[in-house]
């Protein structure tokens, strides 16, 4: 039986129950009872009806074309704002967005530096036994270009001191947190590149490289390249022993200016007001980023096509509120200028649901929605919490979901009002949420407010476990490391930010 049998039916009971009562001597008595029974059964129609669009919603999403979006997406490069591989992750987005029959428009960002890695090559001459040492090495960004080099490789101690050490001319191999600091000075003493590792607390970057970006611009004086821990070991196990370490490197880079393009394709509503469902478009470590945040963009894309499919077979009606699908040219940035353009009409922004990272998890296989600590995001994640209870376990759903407070570090958080109030424009209440599954290089536990503790939560209800990423902004954010090993996350992501917007835009 569909919801519109069942409406009949409630008007045929409710008539007939009309003409029961009215012939009744105890005509007051019936009359309420017949209302409250009446009541109930639309209610219960009305909770039918939305499930089953729900379902229907669920059914619809496609597991392997979120994976090819994201092969396809990371097929352009790095997706940097202002690029040309940014420029065609944006014109493949819009493509996708009219091919859905959505009104779609590209908003360009004012200029900004911009880098571009055409070609670099790493490897060890001397001994011959460590090459290829350097495998899934990255080359930082805005790196300079360099002509192929070959020189001894040094190290710096972790005291950072460079009196015990002759950089002249030399690599250096220096840890992470030590570069930041140290790298001008290494290039005034002579040396000609860095080479540096990243050790988190965690099982991250272990054959991967932590990819690091140099300070925008054209006057870095020399290139860093990025490798992994295990690489950075064998090098220093070698350079212990004394042992001669020769390597050759060279690097091709381009650095200017660009306009990063953002991509915005409207359902449209019955209101003016709407809802955002939106991901950062560009990898913004600069390495293939499938997972942050070519599954982001994916997911984005899903719920668009889902739901003008539905609108489109009278499976839903128009809804309330509009629902604009938004792909940052630039993380941060793009927001920023999306928040300062529209800044007199903020307050038609009802919610902004923003994906980043829904491709992989490396310990638990939970879906999170952020931040529970900001008042304005209240009623969002209340109802993010109940369909995470509604539907967890549930087969093709996710294995556990909950809220948790805020962590920082995308999108969604340019909306809040501290950030509205640090770029000038009107503070208005939006709320404004991320949904992913994996977040960082290490795990973290949060305090969890009494509040926000969901039977959907499997762990300790006095705090929450922020599941992270083995190839968080890594060289090794693939797709056959992270979406296609685990695409149910980008599912179980789309499903349950789809299910909002039913909740949500259509009431
Ligand atoms: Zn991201």
Known sequence: MCCSDLFFCALLISAQIATLVKNSPSYPLLLKKSFALLLTFLTINIAFSQHKVELVFSHSVSQERLQKTVRDLVGFGNRQGGTRSGDRAAAYMMREFRRMGLKTEILEDPEKMTFTNDQWSLDVVQPAKLKGVFAHSWLAGFSPSSRQKRVRLVRVSPDGDLSKVD??????LVDLNSAGSLYGRLAEKGAVCLLTWSE????????????ENLPAGNSNPIPVFDISRTSA???????DFNREIRIAFSSKTRIKKGKSKTVVATL?????????????GDSDSGGPGADDNASGDSGVLEIARILSTMKRNGEISIPDSSIRF???GSEYSSAEHFVKTNSNELENILGVLNF?????????????FEGNDQRTNYKILKTLQRIGED??????????????????????????PN????????????????????????????????EWRTKAWKGSQDSVYIDYSLYYHSSMDTPSLTTDREPFNMVWGVKAVGIALLRLAWH
Not at 200 to 211: E, G, Q, V
């Open 200 to 211: 988190p607390h965690s099982r991250a970057y272990i054959n991967s490289a932590f990819i």
């Open 167 to 172: 950089v002249d001319s030399a690599a250096v």
């Open 356 to 368: 980043d990272e829904i491709g992989t998890g490396a310990v638990r296989n939970c879906i999170y």
């Open 268 to 280: 449209p509503g019955r209101s003016a007001k709407y809802f955002i469902v939106c991901a950062h």
């Open 419 to 450: 950030y509205l109030g640090r770029l000038g424009v009107p503070v208005v209440e939006i709320p404004s949420i991320t949904v992913y599954t994996a977040a960082w290089q290490e795990p973290k536990s949060i305090f969890q407010p009494r």
């Open 233 to 239: 070991h064998t090098l220093m196990k070698t350079l």
């Open 391 to 416: 539907y967890v376990g549930k087969k093709s759903f996710w294995h556990e979901a909950t809220t948790n407070p805020s962590q920082g570090g995308t999108d969604s958080y340019v909306f809040l």
């Open 326 to 328: 938004i792909i940052w």
